[in-house]
């Protein structure tokens, strides 16, 4: 049975924004973030695998709730025409590819895109509406369903506290990093085995990881008032009104 339960409908979205409301956070469907988890080169991988940090790794990209689950990982899979025929049958994402290039081949995105799924947009106000999205950081894509920071050179002050915001949720998936690696050791240093293994150890830590997390002390529902309408032209208009939201 897993553990790592991907939603499939608007009620499990809903749930896992929920999961942020009970913490006082902005209501989000989750936190996105990438991990580079050390291993071993694998043989006649070149430089393919060797990140920014300076070390072989592959890297684990995650969607976590409010509780510090994951709701999605993905740990990818390399085509013939990404690298070269020798390495075609690789699964993983190899350390030198970045966090958005992950997202952007991935089911999470396609999800997130395609909107059938998810819950519809709610008053954040009397008059102000927001639909559901989740919250990553700068080198994402800014789309009606993934809040990112302002860039940090010559922030407004309301820019400032916007980031501010936005990063006290979205720290919630470096957290759940962090429980990982600290429950897991082996995450300290570099996994010895094969790359193949060293995937399917990573995966399972994830799976056991979410059995660890206690129940949250409280079940409480919040209640929320639904809108069919989407009211921006775009995705910047979008998070200018949610800067204002956020500056209340």
């Known amino acids: 049975m897993t553990s790592i339960r991907f939603p499939e409908n608007f009620e499990d979205w809903r749930s896992v924004e929920m999961t942020y409301r009970r913490r006082n956070m902005i209501p989000t469907l989750g936190s996105?973030?990438?991990?580079?988890?050390?291993?071993?080169?694998?043989?006649?991988?070149?430089s393919l695998f060797f990140n920014y940090k300076g070390f072989f790794s592959f890297v684990l990209l995650a969607l976590v709730d409010g509780d510090g689950k994951f709701v999605w990982v993905d740990l990818g899979k390399l085509r013939k025409k990404d690298v070269h025929d020798f390495i075609s049958d690789f699964k993983g994402s190899p350390g030198s590819t970045n966090d958005a290039t992950i997202y952007n081949n991935s089911r999470l995105k396609t999800v997130l895109e395609d909107g059938a799924t998810l819950p519809k947009c709610?008053?954040?106000?009397?008059?102000?509406?927001?639909?559901?999205?989740?919250?990553?950081?700068?080198?994402?894509?800014?789309?009606?369903?993934?809040?990112?920071?302002f860039g940090r050179r010559s922030l407004t002050p309301e820019e400032s506290v916007y980031n501010k915001k936005?990063?006290?949720?979205?720290?919630?998936?470096?957290h759940t990093f962090g429980m990982l690696a600290k429950r897991f050791r082996i995450l300290d240093r570099s996994i010895e085995c094969s790359y193949e293994c060293a995937i399917e150890i990573?995966?399972?830590?994830?799976?056991?990881?979410?059995?660890?997390?206690?129940?949250p002390q409280s079940n409480t529902i919040h209640s929320v008032e639904e809108c069919d309408v989407y009211p921006y032209k775009d995705a910047k208009e979008q998070r200018e009104y949610l800067k204002f939201l956020l500056n209340k």
Not at 202 to 215: D, G, I, K, Q
């Open 32 to 46: 996105l973030d990438g991990k580079h988890v050390r291993i071993r080169a694998p043989p006649q991988s070149g």
């Open 122 to 149: 709610t008053f954040w106000d009397s008059d102000i509406v927001m639909p559901s999205f989740i919250i990553a950081d700068g080198i994402f894509p800014l789309s009606k369903s993934l809040m990112k920071p």
């Open 166 to 174: 936005l990063s006290n949720a979205r720290v919630r998936v470096e």
């Open 202 to 215: 990573v995966t399972a830590m994830c799976h056991l990881h979410n059995l660890l997390v206690p129940p």
